[in-house]
Structure formats: structure tokens, C-alpha cells
């Protein structure tokens, strides 16, 4: 069946360029202009069909356009569509309890907005009022949003539009194995480096009374880098002898996404005190979600709302998604197809010499490519190469990494056997046409 063509590309693009910000670029030096979407695959205004393995940045997490979220976005779109905090809704009463049951440990209170960066804010404002201190300690290659506060708190110079504007906001060395900051190769020894590295932080950049230690538990903007075992055991005690809380930010690696466990941080068995989630909680609607123990949520003394914060449509989606993923066990799922992607990214590392490293978790797979496995070089040329190759083969991935170096890969949840393979074979050619 032949599609009817309603979108011009060319007056799109044109659009964009006249009337909007240009500081937020689309992929891609041809960009896609993209029409509809359905599971795993994607449609541009040509026509044309696309393997999507960035899901919309690790969004869309039961795939494009799932029905049963459709279903009840639209329903819920015809029955009541926003009410603002001012109301209660059992719509959000039960996504705040769907989150409670499957949050780590004791976390059972949930603050809910519209994205990433309000859920981060929403963690550092409360880890403040219950802390009665200002004093933040982030990680150096974060990533955390684009209000003044998260761009402050984010540690790569290229998305950080101001200079350091709020003070008391200090990074420490990012646990990085592969461009280790403490030693090159990195061993279980670096581990007492970071952890020395994070005391000297407080102690010298700090009134040596910090709010909190805020870290994403794999850091998704800077490449998928995953902290050595032990890390966060010890970042977690550390800010915690000197007063202050631990914030997981589990925006990119939470439900489900790192494989056999829902959030992130459970893989280091330890709980955080406040947690931040965003995108794949609501399969692209936007909903943040800000979520800790019952006696630190109560520190929030001052009045708060947020006008579309669990609004019903948004909340729809979010539980409508929820059910999918508990019925479908998504940490199961997402632990089988990541040992099949990663297998086959490791053959392909055997094959080219410039995949310099393969890591990550579950299905958030990346690739850190290199001028050479020698010098570790970092080749944003090869990466740009493969994601350009990768589109031409009709595969969608991402890019990431301080110097955009970092193929990054994070397909739905309810990926396929088949649709793994199928995605490994296009990146193979991709790969064989970079040189
Ligand atoms: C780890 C992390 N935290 C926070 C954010 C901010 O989320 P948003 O873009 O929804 O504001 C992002 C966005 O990419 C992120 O990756």
C-alpha cells in the first residue's frame, strides 16, 4: 500500500530554521522529520522506515504508540483533562503507589512534574530543606537537565550555556573506568582514589556541610559510563558521615532499562534517599517523578504546586505503561535482549578496531569509539560516521561522550529476538563503511 504524503521535509526543515531556537539541533546532517511510529519502528515524512534503538532518547520504553497507552491517554483525554495540584486525582494516587511498590527499600513518596530537569530540581530543593544546608556534590561528565540549576550541576562544557552560576555546586571525579581520571589501566585500587577524591571535594570545595552526593547511577549524556562495583557503597557512606543525602538520578536507567532489577542503583544494593525518573516512565508523555522516604518529603515546609505536575492524561500514560511493564517484566526481558545486543556489539569489537570499549547494562548499550585501542584517542569523526551509516542502513541509534564518542543504543523494552538481530546486521554494514 502506497502512503499518502502529507509532510514536506524540505518546508519543515525550513520551518524550524526560521522559528525555532536553532541551540537544540536535530541528528543527522540530513535531519529526519519523522511522521509516525509503531513498537520498535519509526516513519519519516518520505515514507521511509526506521529501526529505532534510541526510542526517542530511552523513552519510548513499550515502543512507539503503544495501544494500550493510547487507549487510555485517549479516554482519559475525553473524560478530564487537567486539574492542576490544586485537585486530587485517583490518577495520581495510583501512579505515586505503582511507583512505591517497585521504588528500592523505603522510598514511598512521590512528587510528581513534567520532566528530567523539574525532578531534579524538585530532588535538590527537598535534599536542601531537609538538610538545612545548599551544598551539592555532582559528578564530573553529569548530565542533569537545562534549568539554570541542572546546567550548573551538568559537568560538559558544550551544554552548559552560562558559566558557573550558582555557587556551591561542586564536582567530583567521575568513576570512569575506561578514561579512568586516577590511573590508566584502571584496578579495584582507583576505587580508594575516587572515594579520597570525593572526601577532598567536601572537605576543601565545600563548607564541609554538603546537602547532597546527586549522581546518575550509569551516566547516559556522558557515554553509558558505568561506576566500578563498590562505588556507590562508598559515595552513599561518604555523604552520609559528613550529613548530608544520596540522590540517585535514574532518569535514563531506571524501569527496567539496566536489566533484571527496575531501577539502577539496585545493582549496588543500596538505597538511595531521594530518587529522580523522567522519560521511559510514561512511554513519552512528559511526566518527572521525584520519589523518597516519608520523613525527608515532610522537610518540605514552603507551599508548591505544579499546573500540569500528574496531570490525568499524563498520569494515564504513566500507569497505562506501568502495567505493561510489570506484566511484561521488563527487567527480564530487558536483561535477556541486553545479553543478546551486547554479544553481538562484542563480536563487532572484535571485528573493528576502533570500537574502543563496549559497556553499559541491560538494554543501554553503548559504544566508545577511538582514533586507536592504543592511544584511546576519542573519534567523534568515526562516531558522527557510524550514526550517519547506521541511518542510511535504517537503523536509528544515538551519539553521546564528553566529545561525542559514544555510540549510544537504548531500543524499547519489548524489543524482539529477531529486532535485536536485525538492528545487529545494519550496524555490521554501518560498520564496515567506516574508515
Ligand atoms: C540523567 C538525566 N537527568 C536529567 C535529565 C533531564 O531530563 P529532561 O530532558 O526531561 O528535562 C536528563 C535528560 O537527558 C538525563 O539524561
Known sequence: MTKTLTTDPQSVLAGYQRHLFQCAPPLYKEPLVLTEGR????????????????????????????????QRVAEQMAVLGHTSTLYLTEHQV????????????????TFFTNSGTEAVETAIMLACQATDRTEIIALRHAYSGRSVLATNMTAHAAWRPLAASIPGIVHARSPYPYRCPVKTPCDSGCLDALARDLEEAIQTCTSGKPAAFFAETI??????????????????????????????????????????????????????????????????????????????????????ISTFGGNPVSMAAAIATNEVMVREDV??????????????????????????????????QALEIVEDRSSK????????????????????????????QVIRIGPSLLVTEEEVDDALSRLRRACSTVT
Open 39 to 70: 513498537g520498535i519502528w519509526v516513519t519519516d515524512a518520505k515514507g521511509d522506515q526506521y529501526l529505532d534503538f534510541f526510542a526517542g532518547i530511552l523513552t519510548t520504553s513499550v515502543g512507539h504508540c503503544h495501544p494500550e497507552v493510547t
Open 94 to 109: 495510583e501512579m505515586a503507589q505503582r511507583l512505591a511498590a517497585i521504588a528500592p527499600g523505603r522510598l514511598d513518596t
Open 219 to 304: 551516566q547516559g549524556v556522558g557515554g553509558y559510563i558505568v561506576p566500578p562495583e563498590g562505588y556507590f557503597a562508598m559515595a552513599a557512606d561518604m555523604i552520609r558521615s559528613y550529613g548530608g543525602l544520596f540522590i540517585a538520578d535514574e532518569v535514563q536507567a531506571g524501569f527496567g532499562r539496566t536489566g533484571s532489577r527496575w531501577f539502577g542503583i539496585e545493582h549496588w544494593n543500596v538505597e538511595p534517599d531521594i530518587m529522580v525518573m523522567a522519560k521511559g516512565i510514561a512511554n513519552g508523555f512528559p511526566v518527572g517523578a521525584t520519589t523518597t522516604r516519608r520523613d525527608i518529603a515532610e522537610h518540605w515546609k514552603a507551599k508548591t
Open 331 to 364: 527487567p527480564t526481558r530487558a536483561a535477556v535482549r541486553g545479553a543478546q545486543l551486547r554479544k553481538g556489539l562484542d563480536t563487532l569489537a572484535h571485528e573493528f578496531p576502533w570500537i574502543g570499549e563496549v559497556r553499559g547494562m541491560g538494554l543501554m
Open 377 to 404: 584517542t576519542p573519534s567523534s569523526a568515526k562516531a558522527k560516521a557510524l550514526l550517519e551509516a547506521a541511518k542510511q542502513e535504517h537503523l536509528l541509534i544515538g551519539i553521546g561522550g564528553l566529545h561525542d
